[in-house]
Every structure is written in structure tokens, then in C-alpha cells.
């Protein structure tokens, strides 16, 4: 009886499992049985493929994938952009010759001073260099140029003298330093400022210059120089050119006062425009001239003393070692450098005295040869002399 029972039972199981069976075992969770798993149900619904939006964390819903470059300004330039002026680079330079890059007044030309023997350089015996720099520094400082005849006069005028270390530690001289001496100067043009500014005073030089400069210039005159950065890349720029000798020669001296000249001063740029006109003058000559065959060529010129031709070989040719005697502004710098009281010996002349003689002038600069213009132009800066009008 109970056997008949278990038989039928297990007769029944059976015809269960064949009606219902039981469901696969899930697969295995892997990208690639995933793809194929769903990828019937997209052929059953006929809806193209989408990536699913990623949920968005908090805080970092503003993070770029790329951080911002910190020097992003570099990148965000303008692409239009006026081209750089190229470093300036290093000349031999000689303290008792022209260092300047003049530009020849007729042609705008560069006439660079004859080549000469190469000046050994005095920072070797002025500075001892020590460490790993030693031979490098030792290397780099055999000849004078343009790059360190300024630090090479700086260090002689303390060696001299300690006396100048403060007035050199507070004064920068430009004029002779590499960006000063890498300036184009046309000497005609240098020549007709110093007649111009004559015993007149600074402002008005100016003034008188800029209306002399426009007698020559008009409204469609406009400069071969890159144009200036604007907003609008086609704008073009109008600046006043420097007239050519040989205009300056054929203007008539009436026209020439009316910039506010007065007779003589018309006479001698008129006269000037001649010789550099004639070639009786020329940026070569001046360029290459020993310094009292320059002083003979200039005074020879009306409207030229030595005073005038003393400032130009200092301040346009750049010659190291100038030295003005006659200089009332020199002199008085001289007198308080010495320590004597400025203010008592200008009261005891009465209008007409000196600070200091030109014999002894030239025996205290003569020890500070052969930078005697840099010398000179510290003292200029004791008595905190205007020199603007020459620079």
C-alpha cells in the first residue's frame, strides 16, 4: 500500500518538472556576456543605442577635465601684436672712442665707428670671481663691450675713490649702460638740439624743437615703424620725421623763425644743414675722429663752442672720457663732493664766481681717467643738476 503510494508521487514530481522547468542559472557579470545579453532587447524595442547620464556629484560639477594653465594670459594673447624689439646686442667698446650707433642723417643708414683693437677689460683685475662661475665669469670679461663698459666704470670710479659708491648705488646712468648705448642717434639731429636749447630753458627747448620739426613734417607724412597695438589692425599712426640737412639748408631763415627761433639760432642750423649737406660733415667722420680733432671739426661750426661740442661728444657720440671744465653745474657738484660749502662760496663771489678753478677740476678728474664722463655726470647728480635737455 505504501509503495503504490511513493510511485505515484514521484510520478506526479515528474510531470511537474516537465510542465514548468526551472530558470537557467544567471550568467556571470562580465562586459562582454552583459553586451550580449541586452543586446535582443534593443533589437525588440527598435531604439537606437544611448550612453546613460552619469549621476553628478556634488562638488565637482565644475571641475574641468583639463586644469586651466595658471599663465592662461600667455595663450589668450592677441594674436595681432606689435613685434618685440630685439635684445641689444654686445659691441666692442673703447672708453676714449665713439660708442654710439649713429644714423647717417642723408640715408638713415647705420654708420657703426671704425673696427678697432679689442680693449682688454679691466673687471679681471677689479673683480675676483669665485666657485664654479670663476672660469666662466673670467672667460666672459677679456674685452670691453657694450654689456659691461658700464659695470667696468662703475667699479674704477669706487676704486678711485670710495666716496662715489653711494652716488653710484643711487643713481643708474642709462646713458652708458648696454640699453643706452644700443640707441640710434642721428648726430644732425643731436647738433640742431643743442644750438635749440641754448640759453633757453628746458621746456621752452622743447617746444621750439617740436614746431621746428612740423615747419618739415605734414598731414601725410607717417613713419616707416611697425604701427602701434590697437584694437583696429589697419589703423595706421602719423609721427613727425627729423628734416634732412638739405632741407633745413634751402629753408629760408624768416620761415625757419617762425618756430620761435630767434635770427641767429635760424642762421646756425641753417648753416649746419649745409655741412652735413656739402659732406664738409658727416656721421663717419664724427664716428671716427680723435677726440680734439672732433672738438677742431665741431667748434669750427657756427653756433658750436666747446662746450656744446663737449656735451655732444658725451651725450650722442657716448665717448667715456669727455670732461667740461667750463660746466658751472659740474663745477659746483665738484665743490660739494670735496666737502666745501656750496652755499658760502656762492654767496662770497658776489654773481661772478667759482666753485672751484679749472686747474684743480682737471687734477681730481684726471685720476678717474678714462671715465671721465661718468664721473662727470655724478657730479651733475650731487647737486642734483638738470641735465635732461642733453640726454
Known amino acids: 500500500m505504501a509503495s503504490r503510494r511513493s510511485s505515484r508521487l514521484a510520478a506526479m514530481v515528474t510531470n511537474a518538472a516537465i510542465r514548468d522547468p526551472a530558470p537557467p542559472p544567471p550568467p556571470p557579470l562580465s562586459r562582454k556576456r552583459k553586451a550580449t545579453t541586452e543586446a535582443p532587447a534593443v533589437e525588440e524595442t527598435g531604439e537606437a543605442p544611448s550612453t546613460p547620464r552619469k549621476r553628478r556629484t556634488k562638488g565637482t560639477a565644475d571641475v574641468p577635465e583639463t586644469p586651466t594653465p595658471t599663465a592662461v594670459n600667455l595663450i589668450a594673447e592677441a594674436a595681432h601684436t606689435q613685434k618685440p624689439k630685439p635684445a641689444a646686442v654686445a659691441r666692442l667698446a673703447d672708453p676714449s672712442r665713439t660708442n654710439a ?14 673696427p678697432v683693437e679689442a680693449v682688454p677689460s679691466k673687471l679681471r683685475d677689479s673683480i675676483k670671481p669665485t666657485g664654479p662661475a670663476a672660469t666662466t665669469t673670467t672667460a666672459t670679461t677679456t ?49 640742431c638740439s643743442s644750438i635749440i636749447s641754448q640759453q633757453v630753458s628746458g621746456a621752452a627747448a622743447k617746444s621750439i624743437k617740436a614746431r621746428f620739426i612740423a615747419l618739415f613734417n605734414d598731414a601725410t607724412t607717417t613713419t616707416t615703424d611697425p604701427p602701434a597695438v590697437t584694437d583696429d589692425i589697419s589703423s ?70 666747446r662746450w656744446s661740442a663737449e656735451m655732444f661728444a658725451c651725450f650722442a657720440l657716448k665717448r667715456m672720457d669727455v670732461f667740461s671744465t667750463g660746466d658751472l653745474g659740474v663745477q659746483r657738484g665738484m665743490a660739494a663732493f670735496v666737502g666745501r660749502d656750496v652755499g658760502r662760496l656762492k654767496a662770497k663771489g658776489g654773481g661772478k664766481w667759482k666753485y672751484m678753478s679749472e686747474k684743480e677740476m682737471e ?16 657730479m651733475w647728480r650731487v647737486e642734483e643738476t638738470d641735465v635732461s635737455t642733453m640726454e
Open 236 to 305: 595706421t599712426t602719423t609721427t613727425p620725421t627729423f628734416p634732412r640737412p638739405a632741407q633745413v639748408a634751402s629753408t629760408p631763415l624768416d620761415t625757419l623763425r617762425t618756430a620761435g627761433l630767434s635770427q641767429r639760432k635760424a642762421e646756425y642750423l641753417q648753416g649746419l644743414g649745409q655741412k652735413f649737406a656739402s659732406g664738409e660733415l658727416t656721421a663717419q667722420m664724427l664716428a671716427d675722429a680723435p677726440y680734439e680733432d672732433l672738438l677742431a671739426m665741431l667748434t669750427a661750426v657756427r653756433g658750436l663752442g
Open 363 to 378: 687734477e681730481i678728474s684726471e685720476r678717474f681717467r678714462p671715465f671721465r664722463s661718468l664721473f662727470m655726470w655724478y
Open 143 to 191: 674685452t670691453t663691450t657694450t654689456a659691461t663698459i658700464l659695470e667696468e666704470a662703475c667699479a674704477h670710479l669706487i676704486k678711485v675713490d670710495a666716496r662715489m659708491k653711494p652716488l653710484i648705488a643711487q643713481h643708474h646712468c642709462r646713458i652708458f649702460s648696454p640699453a643706452g648705448l644700443a640707441e640710434q642717434i642721428d648726430p644732425f639731429e643731436s647738433l
Open 101 to 114: 650707433l649713429l644714423r647717417s642723417p642723408k640715408t638713415s643708414r647705420i654708420i657703426a665707428p671704425t
